[in-house]
């Protein structure tokens, strides 16, 4: 077993022990014990190979789907016996997707305000947020805007403000710089750190970029369904000292 | 941005998809305003006729179709000495069709009954007496035979003048032609032969007595049956089975409709597989997107049940300036009729989106993400 590195100094947040997920009654099996602890406030990013197992580990953690055996929990309670996970995954994560996952009828700012209709806002309240959400990602000019009329870059600056549209305390990206070029790439990873250091919320970022995985504080390495390294990045251990 | 908002741009989604189906939806509310609207027409339409000519107790047949079996006319004086009976008048009514129009109703009334009482001459003037071979129309069934004062009706071999045009204040009257029982009996080779007895009961009979009275009749007219006015329509055989052909026709309608709103909702639970697992993603709870897609198919039927009214009226209009049609039926396009049929539409609606509310929401968000 790997020793997780101890970087988080708030709580647990969420806690793997021996977690497996396999398909089609065993004949695929996606993760084969996975033991991790991720605190609060931490930027992990879990990095592999295609097929290693780190976007189902993903999906589990944000309750899209539930585990096969082992224990999996959110701040001490079962993921998967939660009474209400819809409100789970409106109240405490946020989602940010390789592909976006924009839907393609509705508008930017429409698209921003899909997650608040689980909340307690008017519409009022509603547009006014996503507003707000889309300027402060530089998106004002694009709000009446249709998906298909936005760049990759600027599609997922709008999957980043519906991940944040409840004040998610967890976001969950995976591969969100997968489908951009490395310009726009960068500078969504530019506003994943920005946001991360701006509001302190825990993000696992999923990715097969050692690039993009060394700029998070802390690297979760899988293959084959495993964990097999956790280590504290470089430059964020020098900036610790 | 409201959940309305999401539910209308899901129809839109697929316009010519969502417009297909509220075509075939409103062809069904259609129908169902249409028959039912003529059925219930037809139906005030009698009510009303007996109600202008004061009959309270009609006597007829069991045994007949549209109109009843005809019966021997020595009955009548029989029931005019039965107790509580003031008055009597005896009808042969016979569906002909007449010249270029495919059924009238052709109404042979005893002279000097009062049932010839309630007409307003418009123009021309009535038989003489119960001896002239002569008809009077309604005015209805003058325009819809485009006759005059002056023309003649062919009435089986027979060439019979028009004398006089009337408003009867009922669509049957008006829809009819009418002459002495007696010439009609001769015209058609019925002599003593009549199929209702209308009767009106002294004015100081109750309920009671005019339920008594029924059976009295039905003693002495056994193969026959005697039925308080209001009660006529409902118990017509001829009426009941336009009643059950017009609403099994709309309950097909309906069942098409359901069908066709399931179709599409499945079609589109299906299509849309990819944005249910984004909206479960982002924190949907299931019974929100069972109500959305509940939503689609209810507004589906709603706007397939406000067209298919439309149509339905249309429809009855061009109906009513059918020649042949016109004279017999007044349609009763009432907005309890109208009101119900948006209501069924809506219904029906909701029942087609009920299967495809409960697949989507046993998607998976993994899986449905993916899809």
């Known amino acids: 077993m790997v020793e997780p590195a101890q970087i988080g100094s708030g709580d647990v947040v969420f806690e793997t022990v021996e977690l497996k997920k396999h ?28 097929g290693c197992g780190k976007s ?11 585990p096969s055996e082992g224990t999996l929990t959110y701040r001490g309670q079962s993921i998967p016996d939660l009474p209400d996970p819809a409100s789970y995954r409106s109240r405490e994560i946020g989602f940010i997707f390789q592909s976006f996952h924009l839907l393609p009828t509705f508008t930017v700012v429409e698209n921003v305000q899909i997650p608040m209709f689980e909340g307690k806002l008017s519409r009022a309240q509603r547009k006014e947020r996503a507003v707000g959400l889309l300027k402060s990602i530089g998106l004002e000019h694009r709000l009446g805007h ?10 997922q600056r709008v999957a980043i403000a ?53 700029r ?9 369904g495993r964990v097999t390294s956790d280590r504290v990045s470089n430059h964020t251990a020098t900036a610790a000292h | 941005m409201t959940l309305f908002t999401v539910v209308v741009r899901g129809l839109l989604r697929r316009p010519v998809r969502t417009g297909l189906t509220l075509v075939g939806i409103s062809i069904g509310i259609a129908a169902v305003v249409a028959l039912v609207g003529l059925a219930s027409g037809y139906e005030k339409s009698i009510g009303k006729h007996l109600d202008m000519m004061g009959v309270d107790v009609v006597v007829s047949n069991i045994r007949g179709g549209f109109l009843p079996k005809a019966f021997d006319a020595s009955l ?28 009238m109703m052709v109404s042979g009334r005893e002279w000097g009954g009062f049932t010839w009482g309630n007409l307003n001459l418009i123009s021309g003037r009535m038989p003489r007496d119960g001896k002239e071979h002569a008809v009077i129309l309604g005015r209805m069934a003058a325009e819809v035979l485009r ?93 009941r089975i336009a009643r059950a052909m017009s609403w099994s026709t709309s309950l097909l309608a309906i069942i098409v409709g359901v069908l066709g709103v399931m179709n599409t909702m499945l079609m589109t639970v299906f299509e849309r597989t990819h944005e249910i697992g984004i909206l479960l993603a982002v924190g949907w709870k299931r019974w929100r997107i069972v109500y959305m897609v509940l939503c689609e198919s209810a507004l589906l039927g709603l706007f397939g049940g406000l067209v298919g009214v439309a149509l ?8 009513e300036e059918t020649t042949g049609i016109r004279s017999l039926l007044e349609p009763d396009l009432s907005p309890k009729l109208l009101v119900t049929s948006v209501a069924i539409a809506v219904v029906v609606g909701v029942i087609g989106g009920v299967y495809p509310g409960w697949r989507s929401s046993r998607l998976s968000p993994n899986l449905a993400l993916q899809a």
């Open chain 1, 23 to 50: 398909f089609d009654g065993g004949k695929v099996v996606a993760l084969r014990g996975v033991d991790l602890q991720i605190r609060q406030g931490e930027f992990v990013s879990v990095i592999g190979p295609s």
């Open chain 1, 146 to 155: 249709l998906p298909s009329e936005l760049s990759g870059g600027e599609r």
């Open chain 2, 76 to 103: 009548q004086p029989r029931v005019a000495k039965l107790p509580r009976v003031a008055e009597t008048t005896a009808v042969l009514m016979e569906m002909q069709s007449i010249e270029d129009a495919p059924m």
């Open chain 2, 312 to 319: 339905g009226a249309l429809g009855i209009w061009v109906l």
């Open chain 1, 56 to 66: 189902t580990l993903l999906a589990l953690l944000g309750c899209l789907d539930k």
């Open chain 1, 216 to 224: 998070a504080y802390r690297t979760v390495s899988m293959r084959d």
């Open chain 1, 162 to 214: 519906r991940s944040l549209a409840n004040g998610p305390s967890v976001l969950l990206a995976d591969e969100p710089t997968g489908n951009l070029d490395s310009n726009s790439a960068q500078q969504i990873m530019e506003l994943i750190l920005q946001l991360h250091a701006e509001m302190g919320m825990t993000f696992v970022l999923v990715t097969h970029d050692l690039a993009i995985a060394e």
């Open chain 2, 147 to 239: 006759k005059k004062v002056g023309d003649t009706v062919q009435i089986e071999a027979e060439e019979l003048p028009v004398v006089g045009i009337v408003d009867g204040r009922a669509v049957i009257e008006n829809g009819a032609i009418m002459l002495s029982l007696q010439v009609l009996q001769e015209v058609t080779g019925n002599q003593g032969k009549i199929n209702f007895i209308d009767v009106r009961v002294s004015t100081s009979s109750s309920k009671e007595d005019v339920s008594r009275l029924c059976e009295q009749i039905k003693e002495i007219f056994p193969e026959g049956r005697a039925m308080v006015a209001s009660e006529v329509v409902s118990t017509s055989q001829g009426f």
